[in-house]
């Protein structure tokens, strides 16, 4: 019995669709880097909804890519992902002269204070230490990390993946938001 070629090409489409190619996607961790980060980035690999490969990448190379200034296998497209997702503290406005590119993104300055509830590392002597957002001393208290849930991180060390980096770092940018995580207020 011989099949007809046009079910053959749909069995070959429907066995390559299975065997679909990792999507790439940025990636954050609120543990401590070993470069003294207080946060890590990562390029990672998502295939079937699960990271099979993870690369640390650092602070100025994942802006760099997010704002599409250099290939990302995450940011194909060169989109400026800051601005997609209004992570205000991240791009320069619309009407700005100079419409270049930021080389900093100082809401990244705030993660640690998701997981810490004083800076966690010593600063110079007669500097107050400062504040973090967290319930707790070293992670955040049970009721943060549902609110952190919403963005995919469901353990303190684990990843928020993709846009609900971006969604993040957009949030954490409203004050509303910050009192909510800080206080529940």
């Given at each position: 019995m011989r099949l007809p070629a046009s079910l053959i090409a749909?069995?070959?489409?429907?066995?390559?669709?299975?065997?679909?190619?990792?999507?790439?996607q940025f990636a954050l961790s609120l543990s401590p880097s070993t470069d003294g980060q207080l946060f890590c980035l990562f390029l990672v690999k998502v295939k079937?909804?699960?990271?099979?490969?993870?690369?640390?990448?650092?602070?100025?190379?994942f802006i760099r890519q997010a704002q599409g200034r250099t290939?990302?296998?995450?940011?194909?497209?060169?989109?400026?992902?800051?601005?997609?997702?209004?992570?205000?503290?991240?791009?320069?406005?619309?009407?700005?002269?100079?419409?270049?590119?930021?080389t900093d993104c100082s809401t990244l300055d705030d993660l640690w204070r998701l997981r810490y509830w004083e800076y966690p590392l010593k600063v110079a002597a007669g500097q107050n230490t400062p504040k973090?957002?967290?319930?707790?001393?070293?992670?955040?208290?049970?009721?943060?990390?549902?609110?952190?849930?919403?963005?995919?991180l469901r353990f303190t060390n684990g990843l928020i993946i993709g846009a609900e980096l971006f969604h993040l770092l957009h949030d954490m940018g409203e004050k509303n938001?910050?009192?909510?995580?800080?206080?529940?207020?």
């Open positions: 749909l069995c070959l489409w429907l066995c390559a669709l299975a065997q679909a190619a990792p999507e790439r079937d909804g699960q990271v099979v490969e993870s690369r640390p990448i650092t602070r100025d190379t290939f990302s296998p995450a940011n194909p497209d060169a989109e400026d992902l800051f601005r997609k997702y209004d992570v205000k503290a991240c791009t320069l406005p619309p009407d700005s002269a100079a419409m270049g590119f930021l973090g957002w967290s319930e707790k001393p070293l992670a955040p208290s049970p009721r943060q990390m549902q609110i952190l849930s919403c963005y995919g938001w910050v009192n909510e995580y800080r206080s529940g207020a």
